[in-house]
């Protein structure tokens, strides 16, 4: 199985600050990799696939990128709404496998 | 608009089984791929089993030969059968649909299901 790691696991932050989370894949998945959001007691939300691919209705200050086994997930201008905890997941070949998360808190 | 409705999650003890039901409108589901996503209390994400658009399945490790996903095409309705529950199986259970064969990824959820097991 691939491994995703994510790091940090917890990122503290101020509405306003640019933030970059991490993402390694144990083994290269190409492009294959989406990010999520998810809000507590909510379902995940996709806001990134294919590495760097604004899914539909995602604010533009979300942004992803890399390739291979090492991705980011950028938020430019952090907002009130942004606080929250972010996956990553490949989806290169089956089990797909998520990161274990990043928490962002408000500083 | 596409909305996935699960139910079925509730108390079980170990060794028992369920089944949850994930009731979909606004997409086939016999057209394209479904799966289920689970996340027990206060931890990530686990992917744990798709169904094709041909029918054919896969599962997680942790649940293969225990559970098992289908549809029903009249019903536009997705399953998961769950068998020999065991205590690690506590989670949420959540439905997504899968975007198409090439972009595999999880783009509409449902609001997700509790299933327990207790010990």
């Known amino acids: 199985d691939i491994q995703m790691t994510q790091s940090p696991s917890t990122l503290s932050a101020s509405v306003g600050d640019r933030v970059t989370i991490t993402c390694r894949a144990s083994?290269?998945?190409?492009?294959?990799l989406a990010w999520y959001q998810q809000k507590p007691g909510k379902a995940p939300k996709l806001l990134i696939y294919?590495?760097?691919s604004l899914e539909s209705g995602v604010p533009s200050r979300f942004s992803g990128s890399g390739s291979g086994t090492e991705f980011t997930l950028t938020i430019s201008s952090l907002q009130p709404d942004d606080f929250a905890t972010y996956y990553c997941q490949q989806y290169n070949s089956y089990p797909y496998t998520f990161g274990q998360g990043t928490k962002l808190e408000i500083k | 608009e596409v909305q996935l409705v699960e139910s079925g999650g509730g108390l079980v003890q170990s060794g028992g089984s369920l089944r949850l039901s994930c009731a979909v409108s606004g997409f086939t589901v016999s057209s394209n791929y479904m799966s289920w996503v689970r996340q027990a209390p206060g931890k990530g994400l686990e992917w744990v089993s798709v169904i094709y658009s041909g029918g054919s399945t896969s599962y997680a490790d942790s649940v293969k030969g225990r559970f098992t996903i289908s549809r029903h095409n009249s019903k536009n309705t997705l399953y998961l059968q769950m068998n020999s529950l065991r205590a690690e199986d506590t989670a949420v259970y959540y439905c997504?649909?899968?975007?198409?064969?090439?972009?595999?990824?999880?783009?509409?959820w449902g609001q997700g299901t509790l299933v327990t097991v207790s010990s």
């Open positions: 294919k590495a760097s």
């Open positions: 083994q290269s998945i190409t492009g294959w």
């Open positions: 997504a649909t899968i975007r198409d064969a090439y972009n595999s990824v999880f783009d509409y």
